[in-house]
T-cell receptor, first 113, second 114 residues
């Protein structure tokens, strides 16, 4: 039969507040992680990345934290803005030259006025 | 500088038919990867092309095939379409020499199988 799409986890935050989006990754051998933002009707857009030899990396208004012990990633967005409303995916890569990314299921972030 | 261009943007096909989707990579990129994104899910890796050869393949049946041309553009072909093939098909390009795995995704082709 026809497959049914999964219901995405959702996060609603007030404009100006900080957002934290979590992701559990699957493979302990993964050595590179990326957060992507996907707006409706568009492809994923790179936000920030982190390698497995780091536990924190900061960008403009965004911070990624990596906890390899529990295979957990988080994306923190400071001073969330309406333009941040989108689906956020984490992706992992096991290394090598082929760059086959494994994506998580995504989180729908809604910024409330 | 044009990003990744995909065509068509939307497509409706009947079960059993065949479809070809097209992708032009970002200028300077020579590696093209294809992903399938079902509604409400994350993208799933189909395969990657480099130097006109399939370099790596995800867990997709042989009905899914591809090609890369000398100008680095690529096609994704799907034969004997099933209802479950309905999805957003994303093309991503990259350059092997980049340190930061800088994939650039296109906006995708929305395929509906009826």
């Amino acid at each position: 039969g026809e497959s049914v799409g999964l219901h995405l986890p959702t996060l609603s935050v007030q404009e100006g507040d900080n957002s934290i989006i979590n992701c559990a990754y699957s493979n302990s051998a993964s050595d590179y992680f990326i957060w992507y933002k996907q707006e409706s009707g568009k492809g994923p857009q790179f936000i920030i990345d982190i390698r497995s030899n780091m536990d924190k990396r900061q960008g403009q208004r965004v911070t990624v934290l990596l906890n390899k012990t529990v295979k957990h990633l988080s994306l923190q967005i400071a001073a969330t803005q309406p333009g941040d409303s989108a689906v956020y995916f984490c992706a992992e890569n096991i290394g090598g030259s082929a760059r086959q990314l494994t994506f998580g299921s995504g989180t729908q972030l809604t910024v409330l006025p | 500088d044009a990003g990744v261009t995909q065509s068509p943007t939307h497509l409706i096909k009947t079960r059993g038919q065949q479809v070809t989707l097209r992708c032009s990579p970002k200028s300077g990129h020579d590696t093209v990867s294809w992903y399938q994104q079902a509604l409400g899910q994350g993208p799933q890796f189909i395969f990657q092309y480099y130097e006109e050869e399939e370099r790596q393949r995800g867990n997709f049946p042989d009905r899914f095939s591809g090609h890369q041309f000398p100008n680095y553009s690529s096609e994704l072909n799907v034969n004997a379409l099933l209802l479950g093939d309905s999805a957003l098909y994303l093309c991503a390009s990259s350059f092997p020499g980049q340190v930061d795995y800088g994939y650039t995704f296109g906006s995708g082709t929305r395929l509906t199988v009826v």
